[in-house]
């Protein structure tokens, strides 16, 4: 039966009140030539228990972030969710809404949507935010494009130390659309000699992949208007409990990845890209926006605005092709600014930033790890260099006690050798991170010893 | 006639006003209870640039049953398929199995981490890998990438592609790509997007492509056509075999926009058709959630000719002795490179799976056979009663009805049908779209709507027609049961207001 309601007299009476004898008569429009002449090729079909025990086997075939001990970080963090997101996001008149085109019906999203504009503006000191992006990485690409529309400007200046992923989706992005990607490491000397009349701007990630905090912003934003270019921040919002908004510092656009407040890891998505900016660029802004206003009797409501940017009316002219973007991830970023609030981001920004020390000062006190980067300042990641190969040590470290060490960075910057990207936030007890410490000087010594 | 028990549901928390959460805020509440600090209260401006510490952080401070209450008092401003019939043509709003969500929650899902290794996601990449074959088979391609964030996405990363395919044979003249005037608006936005110019072109008096017009515009300059099948009015492009062999003769490619997919599931698939490549929105076919406007998924399927062009990473199978093992190819040189942060929507991919496992192939076919079914009952139900775009005999999976009557007889125009239909207890159809058709009413209602509730739906339809008659101002000024009325989307543009005011809020104000 499937989710299919009607019984077959049911299906009797509609096939008597169209006027035909059977289903296969309203298939008549496709030519016989091209109909499926056998079943598909599929599994199924399963009922509500046996797809249970299925995905049940297949769960348990991974080794979650909940019962291991996770360090990994890079993008996608392991942040305390509290347990009302869950539950009101669950509700089915949200769950279940389409994108809100009938605001007489849809006032509860569209007012949701509207605080969480309304957050993302006072996390980041900007004046307008769209409704949300896909993530963090695509919002980055749609920023840069903004950039190069309203610069009339075609290169785009990264810099080495936004995410690997950003970059390659960015990359992506402007390659197939003829625009020019250049890279520039993070240097102010570098940066200045990239800045030229075709720069369209300068895209700068705070704290950096790495987990460092670029102390120079400022600078880097004041060169970058100097060459009429636009600067895009990518930011951790986590991070905003504690550090500068990037409005404050001068930045233009600002965008990155939400999935940090409230949204669970779900290996890798769906994420949510956020996307603020300054006054002047809003009618650019790809994606949508809701505004309030009043209703016939005079009332506030709610209402999606400024829509001649969007594809459904602009068609090829639009700001961006985005359609469907990340409503239900909004919302759950919504309760989550709302519940933790001003005192509560600040509390998980301090908690994260004091546990990600006191790992980092255990974990660089161990014999033969060193830290590349002694002295620059960090949020919750750092990077450790270790005397032995990084996989060989994560391997180990999982193997014998459930510990999941870090990212290794070989892939990503193979100048800094044998390197783990470590995240420590707020859900990792001190305990947890005595562990770590503890296996992996164990694991360190006994791996160097077996080299020897 | 009409029962009133399915009005919309006012209840006292509808009808109430619900401040914005801001004006809730009072100094020193908290909604959250976090731990204590386990580690030494080290100095932050020992760790931080001192010019770089925020000073003060514009957020409410609410309790967490004010933000409880909050929420729900939202939801309950919101309509949603759990609520009622939500007959929104092309946006496919069938019902979003529970179980879904229950699968979707298991940590052993939910809690990955797109960057632990392989050996430990070996679960999350068989729900990928075998997503990916679904859908293969299910659209008559050879390899398919769950890439794509939603449907657009997938569109973008399809014309992606279609540039690499020609630059790669040495062919940087093809610039054009040829759309239906009767196409979502993402079609030209998404082809523009990668650059493309669009060549629009006329459907014919059928509400089919007209092959002469496609023809005139065929060129060494075409780099794709974008056709989606069945098209925006709910017909099936009958020429499209031929349609797809033009194309190619003129050395283009043949995009399929598969948002209406589920008329066609188990009955025709567009690679037999003659399509080179497609994309498939998780959130219509596949019954994932809309979530009021995403989370989505828009997986790309192709032809053979064009995976080596799919974004990296792809999920692949090998044998290793006994035991398959799944891993993430990034080895793909000529791969147009990444389009998402990780893998795309994992969690949306595991209901579309799970939804899949549960139909299995027959089921497939009988959702897209009672799909059919209900749209041609609602079309002969209101055939009399308004008039049927293009006049066809049949519909596929949606019908469009045009409110060109009703708009000559009492000005009583598409917009104001839907707005009436609210106070019925209903969501509205898809307003003027498909473009070419004057006051359009889209309407899809989707396979798991039972005949009665088709019936209730109808009933209103009718009694609205009769109101435009009787007593068009009726119609002209609803909804009347909704917690508010119509709104003045001019004032919303000119006053623009987007944030609350201020971010600071003032107390006792």
């Not at chain 1, 309601?5 to 296969?24: C, F, H, M, P, R």
């Not at chain 1, 000699?193 to 912003?217: H, K, W």
């Not at chain 2, 510490?53 to 409880?68: A, M, W």
């Not at chain 2, 079609?187 to 008096?205: D, L, Q």
């Given at each position: 039966?499937?989710?299919?309601?009607?019984?077959?007299?049911?299906?009797?009476?509609?096939?008597?009140?169209?006027?035909?004898?059977?289903?296969?008569?309203?298939?008549?429009?496709?030519?016989?030539?091209?109909?499926?002449?056998?079943?598909?090729?599929?599994p199924?079909?399963?009922?509500?228990?046996?797809?249970?025990?299925?995905?049940?086997?297949?769960?348990?075939?991974?080794?979650?972030?909940?019962?291991?001990l996770?360090?990994?970080g890079?993008?996608?963090?392991?942040?305390?969710?509290?347990?009302?997101?869950?539950?009101?996001?669950?509700?089915?008149?949200?769950?279940?809404?389409?994108?809100?085109?009938?605001?007489?019906?849809?006032?509860?999203?569209?007012?949701?949507?509207y605080?969480?504009?309304?957050?993302?503006?006072?996390?980041?000191?900007?004046?307008?935010?769209?409704?949300?992006?896909?993530?963090?990485?695509?919002?980055?690409a749609?920023?840069a494009?903004?950039?190069?529309?309203?610069?009339?400007?075609?290169?785009?200046?990264?810099?080495?130390?936004?995410?690997?992923?950003?970059?390659?989706?960015?990359?992506?992005?402007?390659?197939?659309?003829?625009?020019?990607?250049?890279?520039?490491?993070?240097?102010?000397?570098?940066?200045?000699?990239?800045?030229?009349?075709?720069?369209?701007?300068?895209?700068?990630?705070?704290?950096?992949?790495?987990?460092?905090?670029?102390?120079?912003?400022?600078?880097?934003?004041?060169?970058?208007?100097?060459?009429?270019?636009?600067?895009?921040?990518?930011?951790?919002?986590?991070?905003?409990?504690?550090?500068?908004?990037?409005?404050?510092?001068?930045?233009?656009?600002?965008?990155?990845?939400?999935?940090?407040?409230?949204?669970?890891?779900?290996?890798?998505?769906?994420?949510?890209?956020?996307?603020?900016?300054?006054?002047?660029?809003?009618?650019?802004?790809?994606?949508?926006?809701?505004?309030?206003?009043?209703?016939?009797?005079?009332?506030?409501?709610?209402?999606?605005?400024?829509?001649?940017?969007?594809?459904?009316?602009?068609?090829?002219?639009?700001?961006?092709?985005?359609?469907?973007?990340?409503?239900?991830?909004?919302?759950a970023?919504?309760?989550?600014?709302?519940?933790?609030?001003?005192?509560?981001?600040?509390?998980?920004?301090?908690?994260?930033?004091?546990?990600?020390?006191?790992?980092?000062?255990?974990?660089?006190?161990?014999?033969?790890?060193?830290?590349?980067?002694?002295?620059?300042?960090?949020?919750?990641?750092?990077?450790?260099?270790?005397?032995?190969?990084?996989?060989?040590?994560?391997?180990?470290?999982?193997e014998?006690?459930?510990?999941?060490?870090?990212?290794?960075?070989?892939?990503?910057?193979?100048?800094?050798?044998?390197?783990?990207?470590?995240?420590?936030?707020?859900?990792?007890?001190?305990?947890?991170i005595?562990?770590?410490?503890?296996?992996?000087?164990?694991?360190?010594?006994?791996?160097?010893?077996?080299?020897? | 006639?009409?029962?009133?028990n399915?009005?919309?549901?006012?209840?006292?928390?509808?009808?109430s006003?619900?401040?914005?959460?801001?004006?809730?805020?009072?100094?020193?509440?908290?909604?959250?209870?976090?731990?204590?600090?386990?580690?030494?209260n080290?100095?932050?401006?020992?760790?931080?640039?001192?010019?770089?510490?925020?000073?003060?952080?514009?957020?409410?401070?609410?309790?967490?049953?004010?933000?409880?209450?909050?929420?729900?008092?939202?939801?309950?401003?919101?309509?949603?398929?759990?609520?009622?019939?939500?007959?929104?043509?092309?946006?496919?709003?069938?019902?979003?199995?529970?179980?879904?969500?229950?699968?979707?929650?298991?940590?052993?899902?939910?809690?990955?981490?797109?960057?632990q290794?392989?050996?430990?996601?070996?679960?999350?990449?068989?729900?990928?890998?075998?997503?990916?074959?679904?859908?293969?088979?299910?659209?008559?391609?050879?390899?398919t990438?769950?890439?794509?964030?939603?449907?657009?996405?997938?569109?973008?990363?399809?014309?992606?592609?279609?540039?690499?395919?020609?630059?790669?044979k040495?062919?940087?003249?093809?610039?054009?790509?040829?759309?239906?005037?009767?196409a979502?608006g993402?079609?030209?936005?998404?082809?523009?997007?990668?650059?493309?110019?669009?060549?629009?072109?006329?459907?014919?008096?059928?509400?089919?492509?007209?092959?002469?017009?496609?023809?005139?515009?065929?060129?060494?300059?075409?780099?794709?056509?974008?056709?989606?099948?069945?098209?925006?009015?709910?017909l099936?492009?009958?020429?499209?075999?031929?349609?797809c062999?033009?194309?190619?003769?003129?050395?283009?490619?043949?995009?399929?926009?598969?948002?209406?997919?589920?008329?066609?599931?188990?009955?025709?698939?567009?690679?037999?058709?003659?399509?080179?490549?497609?994309?498939?929105?998780?959130?219509k076919?596949?019954?994932?959630?809309?979530?009021?406007?995403?989370?989505?998924g828009?997986?790309?399927?192709?032809?053979?000719?064009?995976?080596?062009?799919?974004?990296?990473?792809?999920?692949?199978?090998?044998?290793?002795?006994e035991?398959?093992?799944?891993?993430?190819?990034?080895?793909?040189p000529?791969?147009?490179g990444?389009?998402?942060?990780?893998?795309?929507a994992?969690?949306?991919?595991?209901?579309?799976?799970?939804?899949?496992?549960?139909?299995?192939?027959?089921?497939?076919?009988?959702?897209?056979?009672?799909?059919?079914?209900?749209?041609?009952?609602?079309?002969?139900?209101?055939k009399?009663?308004?008039?049927?775009?293009?006049?066809?005999?049949?519909?596929?999976?949606?019908?469009?009805?045009?409110?060109?009557?009703?708009?000559?007889?009492?000005?009583?125009?598409?917009?104001?049908?839907?707005?009436?239909?609210?106070?019925?207890?209903?969501?509205?159809?898809?307003?003027?779209?498909?473009?070419?058709?004057?006051?359009?009413?889209?309407?899809?209602?989707?396979?798991?709507?039972?005949?009665?509730?088709?019936?209730?739906?109808?009933?209103?339809?009718?009694?609205?027609?009769?109101?435009?008659?009787?007593n068009?101002?009726?119609?002209?000024?609803?909804?009347?049961a909704?917690?508010?009325?119509?709104?003045?989307?001019v004032?919303?543009?000119?006053?623009?207001?987007?944030?609350?005011?201020?971010?600071?809020?003032?107390?006792?104000?």
């Open positions: 039966m499937g989710y299919i309601s009607n019984t077959e007299n049911d299906q009797k009476e509609i096939l008597a009140a169209i006027g035909v004898s059977s289903t296969e008569e309203l298939l008549a429009p496709i030519p016989e030539s091209i109909r499926l002449k056998r079943s598909l090729d599929l199924g079909p399963y009922d509500e228990l046996s797809l249970l025990l299925h995905c049940r086997k297949l769960a348990a075939l991974n080794k979650d972030i909940d019962s291991t996770s360090f990994l890079a993008g996608i963090y392991d942040h305390f969710r509290p347990a009302i997101i869950e539950t009101l996001i669950g509700r089915g008149e949200f769950l279940t809404s389409y994108t809100p085109y009938q605001p007489e019906m849809s006032q509860g999203m569209l007012q949701v949507l605080e969480y504009q309304t957050l993302i503006c006072a996390l980041t000191g900007m004046d307008i935010a769209n409704a949300s992006m896909y993530d963090g990485a695509t919002a980055t749609e920023a494009m903004m950039a190069t529309d309203i610069t009339g400007r075609k290169e785009v200046l990264v810099l080495s130390t936004v995410h690997p992923h950003y970059r390659q989706v960015l990359r992506t992005y402007l390659q197939w659309a003829q625009f020019i990607y250049k890279e520039v490491v993070p240097e102010s000397e570098a940066i200045g000699e990239a800045l030229s009349e075709r720069t369209a701007c300068v895209i700068l990630q705070q704290p950096d992949f790495l987990g460092y905090v670029v102390s120079d912003i400022a600078n880097i934003i004041g060169a970058t208007h100097a060459s009429g270019a636009l600067a895009i921040t990518v930011v951790d919002p986590i991070s905003l409990g504690i550090l500068c908004a990037p409005g404050e510092l001068g930045a233009d656009i600002v965008v990155g990845e939400g999935q940090g407040l409230g949204i669970a890891p779900g290996y890798g998505g769906p994420l949510l890209g956020f996307f603020a900016c300054r006054k002047e660029f809003m009618r650019h802004l790809p994606g949508r926006i809701v505004g309030a206003t009043t209703d016939q009797r005079g009332r506030r409501g709610y209402t999606m605005t400024l829509r001649t940017r969007e594809q459904d009316i602009r068609r090829e002219k639009a700001t961006s092709n985005i359609c469907t973007n990340q409503t239900l991830l909004a919302l970023a919504t309760i989550y600014l709302c519940a933790l609030g001003k005192n509560g981001l600040r509390k998980v920004a301090e908690l994260v930033i004091r546990k990600a020390h006191y790992a980092h000062k255990a974990l660089c006190s161990i014999p033969d790890i060193t830290d590349p980067f002694s002295g620059k300042p960090f949020f919750k990641e750092f990077v450790i260099q270790l005397p032995i190969p990084d996989r060989d040590v994560c391997e180990k470290l999982l014998e006690n459930g510990i999941m060490g870090g990212l290794p960075l070989q892939p990503y910057y193979p100048e800094l050798g044998n390197a783990l990207l470590v995240c420590v936030t707020e859900t990792k007890t001190r305990e947890q005595d562990l770590y410490v503890e296996t992996l000087q164990r694991v360190v010594a006994e791996m160097t010893a077996y080299a020897k | 006639m009409l029962n009133n399915y009005q919309m549901n006012k209840t006292a928390a509808m009808e006003y619900e401040p914005p959460i801001f004006e809730l805020s009072r100094t020193g509440r908290s909604g959250v209870n976090l731990p204590d600090e386990d580690v030494p080290y100095d932050l401006e020992e760790m931080l640039p001192q010019h770089l510490i925020r000073k003060d952080l514009p957020l409410p401070e609410v309790s967490e049953l004010d933000v409880v209450r909050h929420f729900t008092r939202l939801s309950q401003r919101n309509y949603g398929i759990d609520v009622g019939f939500y007959p929104l043509g092309s946006c496919t709003m069938k019902y979003n199995p529970k179980v879904h969500e229950k699968i979707a929650s298991m940590p052993g899902f939910a809690m990955l981490h797109p960057f290794p392989e050996e430990t996601a070996q679960g999350a990449l068989a729900v990928l890998w075998s997503l990916q074959s679904f859908l293969s088979e299910i659209g008559g391609m050879d390899a990438t769950l890439q794509p964030a939603a449907g657009a996405h997938g569109e973008l990363l399809a014309m992606m592609m279609t540039r690499a395919y020609h630059l790669e040495g062919d940087d003249k093809r610039n054009e790509v040829i759309i239906p005037d009767s979502h993402t079609n030209p936005a998404s082809a523009a997007r990668c650059g493309f110019t669009v060549r629009s072109i006329p459907s014919g008096s059928d509400g089919c492509v007209a092959v002469e017009e496609l023809e005139k515009v065929l060129s060494e300059r075409t780099a794709a056509l974008m056709l989606t099948n069945p098209n925006t009015l709910g099936f492009e009958k020429e499209v075999v031929k349609i062999a033009l194309v190619h003769d003129a050395g283009g490619l043949v995009y399929c926009d598969g948002a209406n997919m589920n008329a066609l599931l188990g009955i025709a698939r567009p690679g037999d058709m003659g399509f080179d490549i497609m994309h498939f929105n998780l959130h076919t596949f019954s994932t959630p809309h979530g009021g406007g995403g989370a989505g828009g997986a790309v399927s192709v032809k053979q000719h064009l995976e080596p062009y799919l974004p990296i990473p792809v999920v692949e199978r090998r044998k290793e002795g035991n398959e093992r799944y891993w993430l190819n990034y080895e793909r000529r791969s147009i990444r389009i998402h942060s990780f893998y795309g994992f969690l949306v991919a595991l209901r579309a799976y799970a939804y899949i496992l549960t139909l299995g192939p027959k089921g497939l076919r009988e959702v897209a056979e009672n799909a059919i079914l209900n749209a041609n009952y609602v079309r002969a139900q209101l009399d009663h308004y008039d049927v775009a293009y006049n066809s005999p049949l519909c596929m999976h949606e019908v469009v009805l045009s409110a060109k009557r009703q708009k000559q007889e009492s000005g009583v125009r598409a917009l104001d049908i839907s707005k009436r239909l609210m106070d019925y207890g209903f969501h509205p159809p898809t307003n003027y779209f498909p473009l070419i058709v004057p006051e359009a009413l889209m309407i899809e209602p989707t396979e798991t709507e039972s005949k009665q509730t088709l019936d209730r739906f109808v009933a209103a339809m009718i009694q609205i027609a009769e109101e435009t008659k009787e068009p101002e009726l119609v002209k000024s609803a909804p009347h909704t917690p508010i009325s119509r709104l003045d989307e004032k919303a543009v000119r006053e623009l207001d987007v944030r609350y005011e201020p971010l600071f809020i003032k107390e006792n104000a």
